[in-house]
């Protein structure tokens, strides 16, 4: 097992959670685009802009192109 993961790209964003932690996605402005995501490997589907992935003690901040 080992950290949470996230990565942006062409249309949404792609999340690797090893620990299986409860993972959420905010828009940059707080509304909730996707949550209780608990599986090790998930793609949120996103239009382009910046979202923060939040999952444990960890809160990423992601660019979708």
């Known amino acids: 097992a080992g950290p949470l993961q996230a990565k942006g790209g062409h249309n949404g964003?792609?999340?690797?959670?090893?620990?299986?932690v409860e993972v959420s996605v905010?828009?940059?402005?707080?509304?909730?685009?996707a949550g209780s995501l608990n599986a090790e490997n998930a793609h949120v589907?996103?239009?382009?802009?910046?979202?923060?992935?939040?999952?444990g003690n960890a809160t990423l901040r992601v660019i979708v192109r």
Do not use: H, K, S
């Open 26 to 33: 905010y828009t940059i402005g707080g509304q909730l685009v």
């Open 45 to 55: 589907a996103a239009a382009p802009g910046i979202y923060l992935v939040r999952g």
């Open 13 to 20: 964003i792609d999340i690797t959670n090893p620990e299986r």
